[in-house]
């Protein structure tokens, strides 16, 4: 990692802190970016809110690494369904009765109440600029400042390559991303063939746990 980039997330945590003690974590589990973001973070803050957004709730393989974030006595975890959850259950995508009446909720939503909740502006997010054409375009001026003014977001890795965050990992011995079938590490859970097949072989329980909910996986890729 070069030096500077070193120290703009240095100086953009550093920044963070001294604005408050508390501060939210959009936290996807089992990627590489959260895993060395909450590490990066939970030392300078009173309060860490790592806020999870799940298509399904309460899996074995994500748990696993709830509970190492809830191992830093500062952390705590706040759950919130995926915004696919809800565009899945409205039109009924992979279940056989859509669910009327859910208000379709947009990320600045949940941002909103979780900063309003917990009194605090800080909110971490784990962008990195390498991570697409698609974000480095979004992400241009970020990529100048850690700190996003316009969107009032935090990014200390937005000029991370994947590399730094896997020496970052090692070095400290930290949970290692999953890949669930995808070629990219902390992918996460989602409804993609490769993914569900390896959740299938390897995480049987919480396959079934995801046909409860979505019942059409059963009948697409057969019951355990």
């Not at 079938?181 to 993914?195: D, L, P, R």
Request: charged letters at 25%; a positive charge; glycine letters at 4%.
């Amino acid at each position: 990692m070069e030096k500077s980039v070193w120290l703009g997330t240095q100086k953009c945590l550093s920044y963070a802190a001294e604005k408050n003690d508390t501060c939210l974590l959009f936290f996807s589990a089992t990627g590489k970016d959260s895993i060395v973001l909450l590490h990066l973070i939970n030392k300078l803050f009173k309060r860490v809110i790592c806020v999870y957004m799940y298509l399904v709730d309460d899996l074995d393989l994500i748990n696993n690494y709830l509970q190492w974030a809830k191992s830093f006595p500062n952390v705590e975890i706040v759950k919130f369904p995926h915004l696919m959850y809800y565009q899945y259950k409205t039109k009924g995508i992979y279940c056989t009765k859509a669910i009327k009446g859910f208000k379709k909720l947009e990320i600045k939503d949940i941002e909103n109440f979780c900063k309003m909740q917990y009194a605090t502006d800080i909110s971490f997010w784990g962008v990195k600029v390498s991570d697409s054409y698609n974000r480095r375009g979004m992400f241009h001026e970020a990529s100048k400042d850690e700190y996003h003014r316009q969107y009032n977001r935090t990014y200390p890795l937005i000029n991370w390559k994947n590399k730094d965050c896997y020496n970052y990992i090692n070095l400290h011995k930290l949970p290692q991303p999953l890949k669930l079938g995808s070629k990219s590490a902390g992918s996460g859970v989602s409804f993609k063939k490769e993914t569900i097949e390896y959740i299938k072989k390897h995480y049987p329980n919480d396959y079934k746990k995801m046909c409860n909910e979505f019942d059409l996986l059963e009948i697409k890729y057969g019951k355990i």
